[in-house]
Structure formats: structure tokens, C-alpha cells
């Protein structure tokens, strides 16, 4: 069986849906959900849902290797990013090459890199007067949202829409693809 482990900083909406979607598999568990951020909703929804829900700090990922240390011990399979906001260290990167993945609310390559997250993302494609916006689930690596791209969904950008409505149908995008593509990958790992 797989393990996976989740990396995410805010209110852990897709990490609720993919702690579901491996719950009862004979695939893979998520073993852990770990966060940046104490305050970070995702806690509370991993240990809800019986998932090991832990704390770290700018140090313990980049400076003392705590966060990659934490990840070896429970030998973790892969790394999936969910609303993770920091850019993940090579440490991390080199213990889990093509096995860590992250989603991004756009059609990647445009509307991504440092600072674009959520409604900022979602404001920027409304702005440029875009026609179409999606998901975008890609392999991770040393640069903001620039990894190899695995799988895309579009949905068509409204003249009526606002950042909370575009973001609203692009969650139910997150939602019905991430975990599917996430199953997907753990057969390459």
C-alpha cells in the first residue's frame, strides 16, 4: 500500500476530498496531512477524518530537514500539495523525484508563479478578459508551478463572473479530477 502525505496551508477542502477518495483503498492511505500554519482549517478537517495532522515551520522545512525527516520515517510514498503556498525544498524534492504533485486554479503556464493563488488567480483572468480558465495538475519542482503538466480541465469564463464565482465551479473541477489523477500517478511510484 502507498502513503501519501499532504502538504497544505490553508482550509484543506481538496486534502478533505482526496483523504475520502483513499479511504478504504487497497491502493494508498494518507498517512499524514502536515501544515505551515497552526491556524490552517486542514488540521482539523485531517484529524476528523482520523489522519495524522501535523505542524511545522519555515525551519523545520528548509533549515533543520525536520519536515523531510518526518516524511522518511513514515516512508512516504509520494507528496501531494494541496493550497500549499511555500515553494518545496530540494531536500524534498530529491527524496521524492516525479512523486510530488500540486494543482493550480489556471491554465497553467499562464496565471501561475509566486503569489498566484486563489482569488488572486481567478482576478487575474477575469482581468485579461479570458474566454476559458481551468485546472491545471503538475509534477513539482524547483520553480512555482512550472513542473511537467499531467492532466488539464477548461471551463469557460463567464461575462458575469466574479473571483467567488469562477473560483466556485473551479473547486468542483479540483474536486472530480485531483484525486483521480493522484491515483493515476501512484502507479509510477
Known amino acids: ?12 477542502t481538496n486534502a478533505e476530498r482526496i483523504i475520502r477518495h483513499f479511504s478504504g483503498s487497497a491502493q494508498a492511505v494518507v ?16 484529524k476528523g477524518l482520523g489522519v495524522d495532522a501535523l505542524v511545522f515551520s519555515r525551519s523545520d522545512l528548509y533549515d533543520s530537514g525536520k519536515v523531510a525527516d518526518e516524511l522518511r520515517q513514515r516512508r ?6 494541496a493550497g500549499f503556498l511555500w ?13 510530488i504533485l500540486n494543482i493550480h486554479p489556471a491554465l497553467l503556464p499562464k496565471y501561475g508563479g509566486k503569489g498566484m493563488y486563489g482569488d488572486r488567480v481567478h482576478r487575474a483572468v477575469i482581468e485579461a478578459g479570458e474566454t476559458e480558465s481551468g485546472i491545471t495538475i503538475h509534477r513539482v519542482n524547483r520553480h512555482y508551478d512550472s513542473g511537467d503538466i499531467l492532466f488539464q480541465a477548461r471551463i469557460p469564463v463567464e461575462k458575469d463572473d466574479t473571483p467567488e464565482t469562477l473560483a466556485a465551479r473551479i473547486h468542483e473541477l479540483e474536486y472530480r479530477h485531483y484525486p483521480e489523477i493522484i491515483e493515476r500517478e501512484l502507479l509510477r511510484w
Open 1 to 12: 500500500m502507498k502513503k501519501i502525505a499532504i502538504l497544505a496551508s490553508g482550509s484543506g
Open 76 to 81: 512516504i510514498d509520494g507528496v501531494v500539495l
Open 31 to 46: 498517512e499524514v496531512v502536515m501544515s505551515n500554519r497552526a491556524d490552517a482549517l486542514v488540521l482539523e478537517r485531517a
Open 87 to 99: 515553494l518545496v525544498p530540494d531536500n524534498i524534492l530529491t527524496a521524492y523525484p516525479d512523486r
